[in-house]
Structures are given as C-alpha cells and as structure tokens.
C-alpha cells in the first residue's frame, strides 16, 4: 500500500485553521477562498482516515487526531524552510550578541539557538542574560547587538519592536497562605523593573497594604520565595506551572498586561537573521 504524503501547502492551510478557529479567518490568512480550504481539509481527512475538526457553527476545534497533526505539521513546516532557507539563505559568519532576562533565556532562547544554529553554524551567538536596564545599557556602549527588555504597557514604548505581551498575574505555592497575610508579602525584583512598577502601582491604587519581602533580579528567585511560602508575587502568566498557581480574587487587584521588546543597534544581515529567528519563535507562542 503506497503511503500518501503530507503536502505543505495543505498543512500550512490545515494550521491556520486550527490557529485561527475558523475557516473564513484561515482563507485570509492564507489568500485562499473558504470552500478551497473545505476542499483541502476534506482530502486531507480522507487520506489520512481520521476527522480532524469538530465543525460548530460559528467555529471549528481540533479533535484529538487533530491536535496531533497539529503538531506534527508545526514540526513538518518548520523543517521545509530550515531546508530551504539552508541552500537559499545567503552564507553568514561571526559573532552577535544577545540580551535577555532570565525568564526568555529559558523558555524562548533555546529553540532560537537551536533553529538559528542549524541555519547559520559559522555564526558565534553570545547571550547576556540580566536585567533589562543592564542590558540596554550594554547595547548603548556597543557590547550587544539587540536585546530583549521588558515594557510596562502603561509607559508604552519607546525604543525597539513588541514581540510579545501576555499578562502579568499573581503567583504563589499551592496551598500557601501568604497572599491571606497583611502586609502582603511580595517577591520582586529591584528598582527600575516593569514588573516592579507595574505591580506596586496596581496595589497603591487599590489601597492594598504590602511589605516586599524578597528581592532578587532573576525569576527563580523569586520563584524560590513563593516555594518557600515567604512571598507572593507577579508572575508572567505562561511561567505559572506546579507547584506554583495563579491567584485570582478580589483581595488582589489586576496588575495587568507588559510586553517584550526587542532593541537592535543597527542592521546587518547577522542583526537581521537573529532578528527574524527570535521574532518567529514569539510568534509561535500566540
């Protein structure tokens, strides 16, 4: 029995459809007319033997076949233009350097520095990682070529591109007790983080007490407080695994959303492949 194959084309329009939840929103998306992608998704369904949406009427979500595909078709489209960008892609050397707070280092950077190593293996990437403010400041006296800094949406930006914002939530151990205590203890970082500002301008405006009891610039640290039941605090929202849960209710106000931006001194081909590789690995999270 001669195996069908996946074509790239169809993947691509299968995961806009299971981005987008709809298949008007995909067709745009992908320049193609709705009924085209119907036709696809129909063929599609048919090679493979297995129904891979379950179709609402305002809607469409993945069955469990699908998320499956869905994975493997991120994966698949991931490769073809590795592939492709490998032979067209012209050849880069040197060095680039990175900043970037603790929380992006470990969970966005390695697959950046995977994907871009494969792409351009002459390339030296070095990764600073520290605060956002030290970080600029290395960019400033030319030590780094980009760097990713936090912004506080309130403030709005100022310098570089938005790559990212998510919300910034409270955090705490699982059966912790102390966000019930007053002054509320916090875990944060120094002076000079939107984190920081944005979260003690959220309790000032909402009359809550608080004392900070733990300062530390990286989030394991203060991941470590909220371990040891010392201290709540604010928390991007996709960093909140266990033991660690968000707290919601009305004895802690909202914080709000922040961004990440990135910084870039200048363009060159280097600056601009990094560029590109950091900006896609952001846009997969979406």
């Known amino acids: 029995m001669k195996i069908p194959l996946l074509d790239n084309d169809v993947l691509r329009s299968f995961v806009a459809i299971a981005e987008c939840g709809t298949f008007t929103s995909a067709a745009r998306l992908v320049h193609r007319t709705p009924s085209a992608l119907s036709m696809q998704i129909k063929q599609l369904e048919q090679n493979l033997g297995r129904t891979l949406f379950i179709r609402e009427p305002r809607r469409v979500t993945l069955t469990a076949e699908g998320e499956t595909l869905l994975d493997y078709s991120r994966r698949l489209l991931r490769l073809n233009e590795e592939a492709v960008r490998h032979f067209i892609s012209p050849t880069l050397e040197g060095k680039v350097g990175i900043g970037t707070s603790d929380d992006v280092g470990?969970?966005?950077?390695?697959?950046?520095?995977?994907?871009?190593?494969?792409s351009y293996p002459a390339v030296l990437v070095d990764v600073v990682v520290g605060s956002s403010k030290q970080n600029l400041a290395l960019l400033d006296a030319g030590e780094l070529d980009m760097t990713l800094v936090t912004v506080a949406e309130e403030g709005g930006i100022t310098r570089g591109e938005v790559v990212h914002e998510e919300p910034l939530v409270w955090a705490a151990r699982e059966g912790s007790s102390a966000f019930q205590r007053s002054p509320l203890p916090i875990a944060m970082a120094h002076e000079g983080c939107a984190w920081r500002r944005m979260t003690l301008r959220a309790l000032d405006r909402a009359g809550v007490p608080y004392r900070i009891a733990y300062t530390c610039e990286h989030c394991s640290g203060q991941e470590a407080a909220m371990l040891a039941d010392l201290a709540v605090a604010p928390f991007p929202k996709s960093l909140i695994h266990p033991p660690l849960k968000e707290i919601a209710g009305d004895s802690l106000p909202a914080i709000g959303f922040y961004q990440l931006a990135l910084v870039r001194?200048?363009?060159?081909?280097?600056?601009?492949?990094?560029?590109?590789?950091?900006?896609?690995?952001?846009?997969?999270?979406?």
Do not use: C, M, W, Y
């Open 265 to 286: 001194r200048g363009s060159n081909p280097l600056n601009d492949a990094l560029a590109s590789h950091v900006k896609d690995a952001f846009q997969g999270l979406r």
């Open 106 to 118: 470990t969970r966005i950077l390695p697959e950046v520095l995977a994907e871009f190593a494969r």
